[in-house]
């Protein structure tokens, strides 16, 4: 048998386990359906915490005797949890307003169409069968006057980040509203040096960013302190800067998804 024989039979038996994981996950998702239906019926909540806990406890037992580490298995579940909780939701949701199968929310938000926190608040939406109506600020005292004032029904602040820790603004803001956290959701922040096509990083000159992002990245902007830095109130204005000149000279720190929306 050759090593690459070897190789592809290996990876052919791994696809196939996939094939039969997400059978499986989708086939434990139209069980939720079903647990959902007879909830509606007796009239209980979705989360049942002490079904959970049991759940979970038996699982990460049974991994263990597997191999498996605790954390791997309990972040899965947590996970495969969270998509039938919400699937859950969604399905009375529906059944509550059946003329109003997508619900529309205005959500207030940090920067303009394609920073991070409008990528977040995309994908918390989407995830809810929510349509969200976006309202993009300038600061996060705007998103909580926002929210204060009728303007919005939601807003959505960055909490913490796990590289450069707590969002210290936020908090304070936090301190000075009546306003309360009734959700949460993580994205994976993946930065991008954002130019125009053709520009290469040694003719950058000027980067425009945001200061959490200039926090994050400053092991690479260490190593190029040829860089000048220009600070922007979030990454969409970083972007928007950096499209709106014609020169090669300047990049932006953001997220390629949100480059994408703004090229
Ligand atoms: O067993 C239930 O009551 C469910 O709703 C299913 C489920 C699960 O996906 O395992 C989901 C949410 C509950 O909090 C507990 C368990």
Redesign the pocket.
Same mark, same amino acid.
């Given at each position: 048998m050759t090593k690459e024989y070897s190789l592809n039979h290996t990876r052919e038996q791994i696809s196939a386990l996939d094939n039969e994981l997400l059978a499986l996950l989708a086939k434990r998702r139209d069980l @939720?359906l079903d &647990?959902a239906r007879s909830k509606e019926v007796d009239i209980r909540p979705? /989360?049942?915490?002490q /079904?959970?806990k049991e759940?979970l406890t038996r699982l990460v037992k049974q991994g263990r005797e597997q191999g498996l580490d605790a954390h791997y298995v309990l972040s899965l579940y947590q996970s %495969? %949890?969270e998509d @039938? &909780?919400l699937n859950?939701q969604a399905y009375l949701q529906g059944r509550a307003n059946p003329a109003l199968q997508k619900q529309q929310y205005t959500i207030a938000y940090l920067g303009a169409r394609g920073s991070y926190s409008y990528l977040a608040a995309t994908r918390y939406c989407e995830r809810r069968q929510v349509t969200m109506q976006d309202l993009g600020c300038k600061s996060f005292d705007e998103i909580v006057q926002a929210v204060e004032s009728g303007h919005a029904d939601y807003g959505f602040l960055p909490i913490e980040n796990t590289s450069s820790g707590s969002i210290n603004e936020v908090y304070d803001v936090l301190q000075h509203t009546s306003l309360s956290i009734v959700g949460e959701t993580t994205i994976e922040v993946g930065h991008c040096l954002l130019a125009h096509p053709g520009a290469r990083l040694s003719q950058i000159k000027t980067v425009y960013a945001h200061p959490q992002p200039i926090s994050q990245c400053s092991r690479f902007l260490s190593h190029h302190p040829e860089l000048k830095l220009e600070y922007c109130s979030s990454s969409a204005e970083a972007m928007e800067q950096v499209f709106a000149s014609n020169e090669m000279t300047v990049a932006a720190i953001g997220s390629a998804e949100g480059g994408h929306s703004i090229s």
């Open positions: @939720s &647990v979705i /989360r049942d915490t /079904r959970e759940l %495969i %949890i @039938s &909780v859950q």
